[in-house]
């Protein structure tokens, strides 16, 4: 059995949404830490072209500059129903939220990094 702290070289990377190139500098080194591969995107444009088998796990920003988190987790599920999604946010819709919360669970940036992080790279070992 694979886990975080001993990765399988074979193993599909993590993908990682966000707008900000801070969040994204520091999920990716607290991943690749743990000995995981990631990739890592900064908008809805960017990610219109990938798809969701080819990554163990996606980890997105709830909103992104020029759309939402959900929105293209739902279109990252359609191609891979099992994917194991979360959302990092720092707040927004309620309507935004809740389409999150029925993908996958929702961390607060300022607060649950680390969970979020730690949950990603769980759910990349089990798959």
Not at 2 to 21: E, G, R
Request: net charge negative.
């Amino acid at each position: 059995m694979t886990s975080a702290l001993s990765p399988n070289s074979n193993a599909k990377p993590i993908l990682f949404v966000d707008d900000s190139a801070v969040a994204r500098v520091a999920v990716k080194r607290r991943l690749v830490a743990l000995g995981l591969e990631v990739v890592t995107l900064a908008s809805v444009a960017e990610a219109s072209a990938i798809h969701g088998g080819d990554f163990a796990a996606a980890l997105l920003d709830i909103e992104l500059g020029d759309g939402f988190g959900p929105e293209l987790g739902a279109r990252l599920r359609e191609g891979a129903p099992a994917l194991p999604i979360a959302f990092l946010t720092a707040g927004g819709p309620a309507e935004i939220l809740d389409a999150a919360a029925r993908l996958g669970p929702v961390f607060s940036k300022a607060s649950e990094l680390d969970d979020a992080v730690r949950w990603i790279a769980d759910a990349a070992a089990r798959g």
